[in-house]
């Protein structure tokens, strides 16, 4: 027959494993957590990286198409004076320089339809990884419910 004592240290030890092993779980379930949180927190970073290359290779998109326009305005500009320069009457001045002024604006709106498609596209380009991580984010706390 078991004494109190020997009741006692059973139910002690008894007590003390299922603790410990409680705690164990706890300890594990913790670190777990902190894995899932870390490895989203590095694809958030991975994100983030892209999401700024896009807007980087977007912004030197529209800086090369801005000089290149530029540059060819510039161009134009010259030749349009050195052909008004050349007019023989003020009709034939009026002439060159409407024709001029309209071909400049058709440039000018071919270039500016151009930047909006590339801003457009740098856009998406953009938002694509953010998207990403933010739809990760909905299927896991709809995954946990």
């Given at each position: 027959?078991?004494?109190?004592?020997?009741?006692?240290?059973?139910?002690?030890?008894?007590?003390?494993?299922?603790?410990?092993?409680?705690?164990?779980?706890?300890?594990?379930?913790?670190?777990?957590?902190?894995?899932?949180?870390?490895?989203?927190?590095?694809?958030?970073?991975?994100?983030?990286?892209?999401?700024?290359?896009?807007?980087?290779?977007g912004?030197?998109?529209?800086?090369?198409?801005?000089?290149?326009?530029?540059?060819?305005?510039?161009?134009?500009?010259?030749?349009?004076?050195?052909?008004?320069?050349?007019?023989?009457?003020?009709?034939?001045?009026?002439?060159?320089?409407t024709?001029?002024?309209?071909?400049?604006?058709?440039?000018?709106?071919?270039?500016?339809?151009?930047?909006?498609?590339?801003?457009?596209?740098?856009?998406?380009?953009?938002?694509?990884?953010?998207?990403?991580?933010?739809?990760?984010?909905?299927?896991?706390?709809?995954?946990?419910?």
């Open positions: 027959m078991a004494t109190a004592a020997e009741t006692f240290k059973t139910t002690t030890d008894q007590f003390t494993t299922a603790g410990a092993q409680a705690f164990r779980d706890s300890v594990e379930k913790t670190l777990a957590g902190i894995n899932d949180v870390n490895a989203y927190s590095k694809a958030n970073l991975e994100a983030v990286v892209a999401s700024v290359t896009a807007a980087t290779k912004a030197e998109s529209l800086g090369s198409q801005a000089i290149a326009f530029s540059k060819k305005s510039v161009e134009d500009q010259a030749a349009a004076a050195k052909t008004l320069a050349g007019a023989k009457s003020v009709q034939e001045a009026v002439e060159l320089q024709t001029f002024a309209k071909s400049a604006l058709e440039a000018y709106l071919a270039n500016l339809n151009a930047m909006s498609e590339t801003v457009t596209a740098s856009v998406k380009d953009v938002f694509k990884p953010i998207n990403a991580r933010a739809a990760a984010v909905v299927e896991k706390v709809q995954a946990a419910r």
